[in-house]
């Protein structure tokens, strides 16, 4: 934004006044640097080589006879310098315009190159992210490996290890033996305690034919002693009334 220029005078202060808005700055800015017909000091270029190339044509169209072909002279030559000195900073400027648009180019070619440098970095950083990756599950790996080594190491040598597996093969077959030995026995047992309990129960049955046997002689001696004994009292009865 183009600020009013402030005044003071006297002690006195004259407040900034904003005539135009940025919009129009611009505006104004870009017309007077492309007309340069303003200048921080003295009269601006371009009305100075206004007013010679005024008086050239001025003085060109006046109706004299070559008596003013000096002044002409004098006032071409003017012109011509004033135009040389007018065309001096438009060269510079073109020179700067023609460095500002180089410099904008090789910012462009720059900036071209760093974002393709970017992406490079960026694709570079993701195939570091894989490899870290890769990286860390190989040495999960080579841990997972080193554990499982120190582990088997330390188990005993395979020979000791073969020998314990022999001697408790050994140890099996002479357990199956015992177990085969001990069902042998336990079999024979049973068929031994089956003919024990066939032997009790033949002499149970014996023992009790026997009792019945013995008791039923009993009875029949009993019966037979009754039978003697009231034959004795009916003898001795006759006997009395015989007497």
Known sequence: M???????GRGEAVAASY???????DVIIKHRLLTRTTTTRGEPPL???QKKFTAFVSEVDKDEDDSNYTDCEKLARAFLQ???TFEIPLLKSKAIVDANIREQENFNELKDE??????LAQADIEDLKKLLEESKVERRHKEECEAIRKLIAQQPPRSETQKLITQLEKE???LDMENTAGSRLLELRKKQFALLLHVVDELQNTIEEEQKSL????????EELKNG????????EAMAIDQ
């Not at 183009?2 to 003071?8: A, H, I, M, P, Q």
């Open 2 to 8: 183009l600020k009013g220029r402030k005044v003071t």
């Open 82 to 84: 004033e135009l040389t």
């Open 19 to 25: 005539a135009f808005g940025p919009a129009e700055d």
């Open 229 to 236: 004994m009231e034959d004795g009292s009916g003898g001795s």
């Open 47 to 49: 009305k100075k080589l």
């Open 114 to 119: 760093t974002n393709r440098q970017i992406l």
């Open 215 to 222: 008791v039923e002689e009993m009875r029949i001696a009993t």
């Open 172 to 174: 099996i077959m002479a």
